[in-house]
């Protein structure tokens, strides 16, 4: 898996759109961007992927760079209830199926009343 | 529609002896996975199974043993534990033909003293 590099921790006023950066300068052709949030004392919690295109799901909104060499999850209106670590993963698929996941630390983002 | 679900919630070994923890997939999953997080760090991978088969393995020595039964149901055995051994395990499910995305159960918090 790709090294990703992110913010040790972020702020955002609730309400407000929440942007959280990735590096990922080294991702190859065939790795897929993750992103997952783990809010304190639970699993992990999936919120979308990509491979080049911008993603937008129910929870958020994935943009990602043209060289792909960066990234942008955003929360377009931040709760107190989306408060976590926030992982961004680049991972390949191996036909079809998830690999195994290569969190690093990950972004603590705090949303404040 | 049932989620991963793991057992048991808390665990407490003594050094040396030997541990099995469950898990479920959630319903229609047919590959689970298994991640050690110690406090304050991301996940670490530590293996995954399909057709009852291990199929990827992170870097987690041969104490470290799973298994995978024909309900796609898992267990994950730690022989000779250590204090290093203490963390959150987590299970995650995610079907092979699907688009990656894995599903996280609450996590077994094992305590080794």
């Known amino acids: 898996d790709a090294k990703t590099t992110q913010p040790t921790s972020m702020d955002c006023a609730e309400g407000r759109a929440a942007n959280l950066p990735c590096n990922h300068s080294t991702i190859s052709g065939n790795e897929y961007v993750y992103w997952y949030r783990q809010i304190h004392s639970q699993g992990p919690q999936y919120i979308i992927h990509?491979?080049?295109n911008n993603e937008t799901n129910e929870m958020a909104s994935l943009i990602i760079t043209e060289d792909r060499k960066s990234s942008t999850l955003i929360l377009p209106h931040a709760t107190l209830r989306d408060t976590a670590v926030y992982y961004c993963?680049?991972?390949?698929?191996?036909?079809?199926?998830?690999?195994?996941?290569?969190f690093g630390k990950g972004t603590h983002l705090i949303i404040q009343p | 529609d049932a989620g991963v679900t793991q057992s048991p919630t808390h665990l407490i070994k003594t050094r040396g002896q030997q541990v099995t923890l469950r898990c479920s997939p959630k319903s229609g999953h047919d590959t689970v996975s298994w991640y050690q997080q110690a406090l304050g760090q991301g996940p670490q991978f530590i293996f995954q199974y399909y057709e009852e088969e291990e199929r990827q393995r992170g870097n987690f020595p041969d104490r470290f043993s799973g298994h995978q039964f024909p309900n796609y149901s898992s267990e994950l055995n730690v022989n000779a534990l250590l204090l290093g051994d203490s963390a959150l395990y987590l299970c995650?499910?995610?079907?092979?033909?699907?688009?990656?995305?894995?599903?996280f159960g609450p996590g077994t918090r094992l305590t080794v003293t």
């Open positions: 995650a499910s995610s079907l092979d033909t699907g688009k990656g995305e894995q599903y």
């Open positions: 993963i680049a991972t390949p698929h191996s036909g079809g199926g998830a690999d195994g996941l290569t």
């Open positions: 990509g491979l080049k």
